[in-house]
């Protein structure tokens, strides 16, 4: 198997469905790179998470982003799967069953409490990075893929602060003097 075309060697690569070359510095490209990393690193929480209930929830959000990936990398001739209100609503689930084992907090924290919130965190920021993003595409994705991103960093969030009580760490709060 070859895994190169040399097709891209000039700056150019195409959407899934669509013959015409666009420049790779192409916002649509920016937004697709970042979804990329992000999901790396998922791979990375997950890696660091196995064993724990999380692991099969990164595991589906991973999934997932292969479908927003697909949803805006692809021409609009080409169709595709896209994220449905049913996947927010069970990201929103998992959010709420891990959030309820969870004392309340009205404060910001410091990262870094365990290895595994730490990585959490950390995709927490990619997640917001690739919202940010795709928000910012001439032609955004639908209001379920947008609310998917938004709904994925509240959850990043609550799975490192879980991370942090399965430890009996306690969260640091910001000192702003």
Same mark, same amino acid.
């Given at each position: ?13 195409? @959407?899934?469905?669509? *013959? &015409?070359? $666009? /420049? ?9 790179? !970042? ?59 998992? @959010?709420?069953?891990? *959030? &309820?084992? $969870? /004392? ?9 409490? !365990? ?63």
């Amino acid at each position: 198997m070859k895994y190169f075309t040399g097709s891209g060697d000039s700056g150019t690569s195409t @959407l899934y469905g669509s *013959a &015409k070359r $666009l /420049p790779k510095s192409n916002p649509v490209f920016e937004v697709l790179g !970042s979804l990329d990393e992000l999901n790396s690193y998922l791979g990375i929480c997950r890696a660091h998470a196995k064993g724990r209930n999380i692991a099969k929830t990164l595991e589906t959000v991973q999934k997932d982003i292969f479908i927003i990936q697909a949803e805006i990398g692809s021409s609009k001739k080409s169709p595709v799967e896209t994220i449905t209100e049913k996947k927010v609503k069970e990201l929103e689930e998992h @959010l709420a069953s891990l *959030a &309820k084992e $969870l /004392p309340e907090i009205r404060s910001f924290t410091v990262p870094g409490e !365990s290895i595994l919130s730490a990585h959490l965190d950390y995709a927490r920021t990619l997640a917001r990075k690739a919202e940010r993003l795709a928000i910012s595409l001439k032609h955004a994705p639908k209001t379920p893929t947008l609310s998917y991103l938004n709904r994925l960093s509240s959850l990043l969030f609550v799975m490192a602060r879980a991370a942090n009580a399965e430890l009996n760490l306690k969260e640091k709060k910001p000192d702003y003097t």
